[in-house]
Structure formats: C-alpha cells, structure tokens
C-alpha cells in the first residue's frame, strides 16, 4: 500500500496492555489485522504503576516490529489521557483467575476497575467510540462500565464472548471432520462463564443442519461442558489463562464490528432489550449480524425448544445475581432494584 492510500490515524486505547493477552493483543492490531491493512493506528497502552516496567519493554518490541502503519504509541496510567479521543477501547486490564479460582472471587475487586473506566470514559471518549470488554467477569464489568457513563450509549459496550464462539466452531468441526470455515451459526447465549450455553440448534456445518450430522448426546454430554469449561481447562494445562487465543477473539470481534461480517453471525455479549424473554439490561450474549461501523443487530425470532430455553434461562439468572452483587457501583441504584 502507498503511503498516500492510508487512512489518517485511529487511536485504539487498550488497558492491561503490559499483561499476557495485551502483548498478543498490540502486536495483531499494529499489524492490521483489526482495523484493515490501509488503516494507520495511534496506539494508547494503559497500565497500573506496576505494569509500566513490562510496557516499556512492549513499546521497545512494537517499534523493533517496525509495523508500517503503527503512527504513534503512548502509554499512560492516566485513564483520561489514555481514553481520550479513542475511537477504539479494548478493556483488557482485571486481575485474571488463577487456579482453583471461581470467578466469583474477582467480582468485587474487577468491577471497580470498571466503574473507574466507565466514569473516564464518560468524560473523555469521543462520539460514537466503541468499546470491547475482555477483563473478566466480562458481561458485568460492561454493565457496571456502563452504568458509570450515562452519557453513553449502553449499545456502545460490549462484552467478549467470540472467544467461546470460536470455541465452540472448533469443536464441532473437529467433530464433523470438517474445516472449521465450514462451521456457521454457532451461537453462545447469556455470560462468559461456565454457565454459558453453546447452542447448535441452529448451526451448519458446510450448508447441513448440524443436528442432523452431530447426536444429541454428544452435543449435552460432551460439547456443551467442554465449551464451558474450555477456560478452565487452559488454566489447569498453562497455568495462566487463555491469552493468544483470547486476544485473537478481541481481533476477530472488532474486525467484524468495524468491517462488517456480511450475514455471518457472530456471538457478542449486549445489552438485553427484553428479546427471547432475557431480563432487560443485563449485558447477556446473544448471535448479532456485524453491518460495519460498528452497527450490530440482534439475530431475533429464532425458534427455542425447552432445552434451550432451560439452558437459557440459567445463564440468565447467574448475570441478575452478578449485577445484584455489584449493585453498590451502580449509581442510583445503590440498595434499589436495578
Ligand atoms: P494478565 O494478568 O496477564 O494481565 C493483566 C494486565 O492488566 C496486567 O499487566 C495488569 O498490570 C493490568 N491491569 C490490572 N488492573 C489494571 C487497571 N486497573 N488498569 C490498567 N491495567 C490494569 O491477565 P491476562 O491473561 O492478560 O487477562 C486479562 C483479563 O482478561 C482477565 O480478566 C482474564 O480473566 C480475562 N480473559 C477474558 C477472556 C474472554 O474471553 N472474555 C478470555 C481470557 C481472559
Ligand atoms: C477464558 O475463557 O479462557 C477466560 O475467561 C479465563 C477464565 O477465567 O475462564
């Protein structure tokens, strides 16, 4: 590409950016591979004190890179600085779960961080930035991000759940004996937590109904736990969690966002609207067509059998129960019915 071609500079902020998914993370969009090969990027590296060490040694690896369309990179602990004119914000940054660690263990201390960000967010983020949460628990920590920006659309906040979508595509493929191309349709509903529901009711594996190639039984006995406990098992095998393959579902969602994924579906953690009898505002994950720019629209009137609606449901409740637990960062609700 001519210099001449290239798009004038976005600025992409991105917290933890000195942590395991971070380093994978900067690498891939300076590269490209998130906004398109004709986009320049101003980079925007937050971190804590503590991580400014390690950053410092990311930022002497991103200029070695020598990345052609890599402008500028900053790095801050200052989250108005970092945030501000950022037309992309990947919030990567949450003390992640180590072994024999529940989630429910990082609750209080992650959505902190997040209400934090929403605030500076709400001050500092330009008209229409969009905004992707990574840092676990993800779906809560954009509620609670969220609710701290009431100047914001609650639209603009998204929680990750491609990497379970992704998941969940491989496996059945590997089941089906087929590439994973060949998979579309595979949808995750509710939390990115052991309680998500991967659903196939609607797959296809290379134009076919997936039910009609993969049994039941595999799919509640085997497929189901598997993509639920998919992080765990990572962090037992690691020791650390998922990192490259959780920063190139980051890529892939905001990719598919910002360019458009033609009628693909794609799995994103949203705010409900009250669709398929969801609980509203709570962020739960549901299959969205990508048209680019950032405009996403629910998949809706898909037909859901009792099983599904079970499974649904459950993973529903798990996210009221999150947000009442971190009702008191919720400003006026604080003791009040959300
Ligand atoms: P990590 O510990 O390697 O890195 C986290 C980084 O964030 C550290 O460098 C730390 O200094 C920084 N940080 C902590 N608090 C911060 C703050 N307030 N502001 C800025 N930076 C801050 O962790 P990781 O493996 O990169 O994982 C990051 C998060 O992503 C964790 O919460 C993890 O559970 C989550 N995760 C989510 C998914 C998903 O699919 N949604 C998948 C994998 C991991
Ligand atoms: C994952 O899905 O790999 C991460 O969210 C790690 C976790 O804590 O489950």
Redesign the pocket.
Known sequence: TKTADLLPPLKVAVTGAAGQIGYALVMRIASGEMLGKDQLIDLSLIETDQGMSPLRGVMMELEDGAFPLLNKVTATTDLNEGFGDAAFNLLVGAT??GPG?E?ADLMAANAKIFAEQGKALNDVAPIGAKILVVG?P?NTNALVASHNAPDMWPEQFVAMTR??QS?AAALLAEKADVPVKDVDRVIIWGN???TQYPDLSHARVGGKWAKSIVDDKWITDDFIPRVQK???E??DARGA??AA??ASAAIDAVRDMQLGSGDAWQSNAIPSDGSYGIADGIWYSVPTVCHGDSHYRRVQKLPIDEFSAKMMTKTEKELIAERDSVRHLLPGHEGKPV
């Open positions: 992640p779960r660690m989630r676990n993800a990497l379970d998941r990115h937590s052991a998919r992080g765990a990572v962090i969690s998922s393959s959780a």
